[in-house]
């Protein structure tokens, strides 16, 4: 079973040898936490829109639905 995105990023958020794994070797990380393909190349963009996005999709409903995800860039 595949990690999901918001997962991944709140374990790195409240963990901080997690987070250090992830700046040592991101891709080890990825691929031990089973983070899916598309979720890794969002991590890989750098572009937090597109992780905002993403985030929000994960939430059960589009991007631009303003009750479902607070914008997160301004």
Same mark, same amino acid.
């Given at each position: 079973? $595949?990690?999901? *995105?918001?997962?991944?990023?709140? =374990?790195? %958020? +409240?963990?901080?040898?997690? !987070?250090?794994?992830?700046?040592?070797?991101?891709?080890?990380?990825?691929?031990?936490?089973?983070?899916?393909? $598309?979720?890794? *190349?969002?991590?890989?963009?750098? =572009?937090? %829109? +597109?992780?905002?996005?993403? !985030?929000?999709?994960?939430?059960?409903?589009?991007?631009?639905?303003?009750?479902?995800?607070?914008?997160?860039?301004?």
């Amino acid at each position: 079973m $595949e990690a999901s *995105l918001g997962r991944f990023l709140a =374990d790195m %958020a +409240l963990d901080p040898s997690r !987070l250090a794994a992830f700046l040592e070797d991101p891709d080890a990380l990825m691929k031990k936490v089973n983070l899916g393909e $598309e979720e890794r *190349l969002v991590v890989h963009s750098g =572009d937090a %829109a +597109l992780m905002s996005d993403w !985030l929000c999709t994960e939430r059960g409903g589009p991007a631009s639905a303003p009750w479902n995800c607070p914008m997160l860039i301004q």
